[in-house]
């Protein structure tokens, strides 16, 4: 893992790059300090072509408790303070949401508040256990942040995501299977190796094809003739890269495909 970073660990090993959020004390709680840094890998890896998928995760015994309480309570903001700094956390956020490369979520622990927000930005969720996720905005008196009320109903839909959002409540592991917000269950000696291994699956996909599906997929709330002209479009454009002709070869030859899927 790179050093230089006071909140967070990156490091980039085989093509996938991992981001570490590293405050174990406060159960990795968001700070000014980690949303700087943060903000920084995502450019990183955006513009890192050799980088073809992220994994996202949390030191010690938790994924990220969401916002520091005593920061915010210490930060003397106004309204216009407030709207500002959520504004400019808006603008890496969107940029990890609309990375071009599969970013994988390795939540142990606690996922609460933008804690929540953020593993549901990811691609997959791989939970542990032991995971447990709350939109506890509520039970500070605020609105949930970091994106939420566009990925968490897009995820378990309108009425489930008012219910969650609207009580605060916790949600196990077993049940955030259910809802489809955790891909899959592990136990929590088992999670790094697991989000790794998906991880390290997409170096063999194609990053064209990854990138036109995460694009089309942003646009799926919308019209459907507009969707319909972004899929022929995408199409157009994989179907004339090499690693589509290379995949096709594979499976006429009965060779092994370049991507797989890990089994778990």
Not at 14 to 39: I, Y
Not at 68 to 73: H, K, M, S
Not at 130 to 157: E, H, K, N, Q, W
Not at 200 to 227: C, E, N, Q
Request: glycine fraction near 8%; hydrophobic fraction near 50%; proline fraction near 5%.
């Amino acid at each position: 893992m790179s050093a230089g970073y006071e909140r967070i660990r990156f490091g980039v090993e085989g093509g996938v790059a991992t981001l570490v959020l590293d405050n174990p004390a406060k159960r990795n709680a968001f700070d000014p300090a980690m949303r700087v840094e943060m903000a920084e890998v995502v450019r990183q890896v955006q513009s890192d072509p050799a980088i073809r998928a992220l994994v996202l995760t949390g030191a010690g015994a938790h994924f990220c408790s969401g916002g520091d309480l005593g920061n915010i309570a210490a930060s003397g903001l106004d309204n216009g303070g407030w709207r500002r700094r959520l504004t400019s956390l808006h603008d890496w956020l969107k940029d990890l949401m609309l990375l071009d490369k599969p970013v994988i979520a390795a939540v142990d622990g606690a996922a609460y508040g933008a804690g929540f927000s953020l593993a549901l930005a990811a691609d997959f969720i791989i939970a542990s256990t032991r995971a447990r996720f709350a939109m506890s905005f509520i039970r500070v008196g605020v609105v949930p942040d970091c994106a939420a009320f566009y990925t968490l109903p897009r995820v378990v839909g309108v009425q489930r995501a008012r219910e969650l959002m609207l009580s605060g409540r916790e949600v196990s592991a077993q049940e955030a299977l259910q809802l489809g917000i955790a891909t899959e269950l592990v136990e929590p000696d088992a999670l790094q190796a697991r989000a790794q291994a998906i991880a390290h699956s997409f170096v063999g996909a194609s990053p064209v094809a990854l990138s036109l599906i995460k694009r089309s997929l942003a646009l799926a709330a919308t019209d459907l003739p507009s969707l319909l002209e972004q899929e022929a479009n995408a199409q157009a454009l994989a179907m004339g890269t090499p690693e589509h002709r290379e995949a096709v070869r594979c499976f006429l030859e009965k060779r092994p495909m370049p991507f797989q899927w890990p089994q778990a």
